[in-house]
Nanobody
Framework: QVQLVESGGGLVQAGASLRLSCEAS????????MGWFRQTPGKEREFVAGIGWFIGTTIYSADVKGRFTITRDNAKRAVYLQMNNLQPDDTAVYYC?????????????????WGQGTQVTVAS
């Protein structure tokens, strides 16, 4: 059973940084891609960033490009999201997701596996 566990969320002031982590376990995929999504109450879950099996292949939403950086450590089966210059609009529950394909995508329905989420709150 695939399990994804996020950590690193918290409450910060606008302009601060946070680093989210997600560790995957319980799978035997030879290759996989991972993504970060976020959701606020009453809104659809939205794509934030994704990283393919080949570490150089990353994608970002326009809202976070230039502020957030996604990286992965295949040996640790982990993915990270470095979030800089956080703003109140970044407040959300952040979810890690995994798909057993080479490339990340923007679409949440293409990720079969999800973590439980970690809360990020940015105060103004």
């Amino acid at each position: 059973q695939v399990q994804l566990v996020e950590s690193g969320g918290g409450l910060v002031q606008a302009g601060a940084s946070l680093r989210l982590s997600c560790e995957a376990s319980g799978h035997t995929f030879n290759y996989y891609s991972m993504g970060w999504f976020r959701q606020t109450p009453g809104k659809e879950r939205e794509f934030v960033a994704g990283i393919g099996w080949f570490i150089g292949t990353t994608i970002y939403s326009a809202d976070v490009k230039g502020r957030f950086t996604i990286t992965r450590d295949n040996a640790k089966r982990a993915v990270y999201l470095q979030m800089n210059n956080l703003q109140p609009d970044d407040t959300a529950v952040y979810y890690c997701a995994l798909r057993d394909q080479l490339h990340a995508t923007y679409y949440d329905h293409e990720y079969p596996y999800w973590g439980q989420g970690t809360q990020v709150t940015v105060a103004s």
